[in-house]
């Protein structure tokens, strides 16, 4: 069982340069979300998504899209890279009804030039 | 503006000893709230957690006590381990809601 699985760990990205987070979850949860983590600052919450083909924004959205075409996968896209996007990104997903059951992934290393 | 706030950035325990964490949040709407524990390079992982309806959870050496009318909740890890040394969050969400508003964290460091 795999779990949360996050893909790349490290990227090195110039600014203006796009890229694409992968998430993938094998537990058929159906709440996704994603989240930065900076210094100083905890996790904050960039999108979420409640199921297939529904997505919302949190807290710090500019600058990122997502889409929800599986149950499975959630990728996080940045459209042009900024050095401000440098940061560790972490998604996450739940089952229904389980607040509590929240499972991370390992993480992905960006860093903006 | 952070809605949580850890507002000790670290702790130094020795082995054996007593661990408090404290935690303030400044929404009304929180109703659950939760400990997540990190190791580097490792994502966070679930510790425990508590409803306000609750003021205490206990689990094994972890106890999280909930004082919802000075909106303040502390994580008691008694006694502490070597392998408690992590960083600690402290994340709420309010009612029938999966989001979570993280605090900054605690790096907790036990000396052996």
């Known amino acids: 069982n795999a779990g949360v699985t996050q893909t790349p760990k490290f990227q090195v990205l110039k600014t203006g340069q796009s890229m694409t987070l992968q998430c993938a979850q094998d537990?058929?949860?159906?709440?996704m979300s994603w989240y930065r983590q900076d210094p100083g600052m905890g996790l904050r919450l960039i999108h979420y998504?409640?199921?297939?083909?529904?997505?919302d924004q949190g807290e710090v959205p500019n600058g990122y899209n997502v889409s929800r075409s599986t149950t499975e996968d959630f990728p996080l896209r940045l459209l042009s890279a900024a050095p401000s996007q440098t940061s560790v990104y972490f998604c996450?997903?739940?089952?229904?009804?389980?607040?509590?059951?929240?499972?991370f992934g390992e993480g992905s290393w960006l860093t903006v030039v | 503006d952070q809605q949580v706030k850890q507002n000790s950035p670290s702790l130094s325990v020795q082995e054996g000893r007593i661990s408090i964490l404290n935690c303030d949040y400044t929404?009304?709407?929180?109703?659950?709230f939760l400990w997540y524990k990190k190791y580097p390079a490792e994502g966070p992982t679930f510790l425990i957690s508590?409803?306000?309806?609750?003021d205490k959870n206990e689990d094994g050496r972890f106890t999280v006590f909930l004082n919802k009318s000075a909106k303040h909740l502390s994580l008691h890890i008694v006694p502490s381990q070597p392998g408690d040394s992590a960083v600690y969050f402290c994340?709420?969400?309010?009612?029938?809601?999966?989001?979570?508003?993280f605090g900054a964290g605690t790096t907790v460091t036990v000396r052996a």
């Open positions: 996450a997903s739940s089952p229904p009804g389980y607040r509590n059951t929240i499972y």
């Open positions: 537990m058929n949860h159906e709440y």
């Open positions: 998504s409640v199921g297939a083909g529904i997505t």
């Open positions: 929404n009304s709407m929180f109703d659950y």
């Open positions: 508590i409803s306000s309806i609750k």
């Open positions: 994340a709420a969400s309010p009612t029938n809601d999966y989001k979570l508003s």
